[in-house]
């Protein structure tokens, strides 16, 4: 059994006030929310303020980024060590990354690393574009995305599978699709780890997951959670997938 992760990956969204507004509202809605981990990822000023409001609960806190090396001259990045004192993951490779700001596979593979060995867990974001889809070259996107980000690297890790042509767009892969690609990844996985970690591995699902829609991804055999962007700067809408999780892992 795979504890489920739900996520929320609010980008570059929330002050520091509105963050304290959203997580004041979203911690009663979720309080026994027990068989779900639930992790929250504020831009890098609101890490600590919601630190601080997450205290006492089991609600977890991620950064959306960091840089590989330990400290020194990179103006402008988080070194593992500074997101470490307030989280206990951090997303890797998300797309707006690889599109926005030149991450590749060898980043993110150097990311992760530099993640396990502060005790940080990655969630390493992997996803084909809609061309790739439409060529039919998912599975070689991913599987390649999954080799070169994941080399030499160990198992204590989660992946999203965020199909890019589905992130903030409303066009949710369907959940067959989803979990067919995720098993895809599970068996690249096996690969690189055996059967015994790989099976561990937990593997979210991100792209337009909402409350109505949740539910749905969850009842799949290796879908085990989702990393949510846009439903999650809502208290009530972030909390329905938290309780779609809940409700699917209690079965
Ligand atoms: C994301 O950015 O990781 C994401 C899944 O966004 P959305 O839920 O808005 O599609």
Redesign the pocket.
Known sequence: MRTPIVAG?W?MNKTISEARELVSEFVPLVKDMNAVEIVLCPPSPALLPVAALLEGTDIELGAQNMHWESGGAYTGELAPVMVKEFANFVILG?SERRAYFGETDETVNKKVKAAQNEGLMPIICVGESLEENQAGKTEDIVSGQIKAGLKDVGANLVIAY?PIW???TGLAATSEMANDTIKIIRSNLKELFGQEDAEKIRILY????KGSNAAEYFSQSDIDGA?????SLKADAFAEIVVAAQNEAVK
Do not use: M, Q
């Not at 991100?206 to 997951?209: E, I, L, M, P, T």
């Open positions: 990956n980008k998300h965020e589905a992130i903030g991100g792209g337009s997951v990393l949510v962007g846009g439903a």
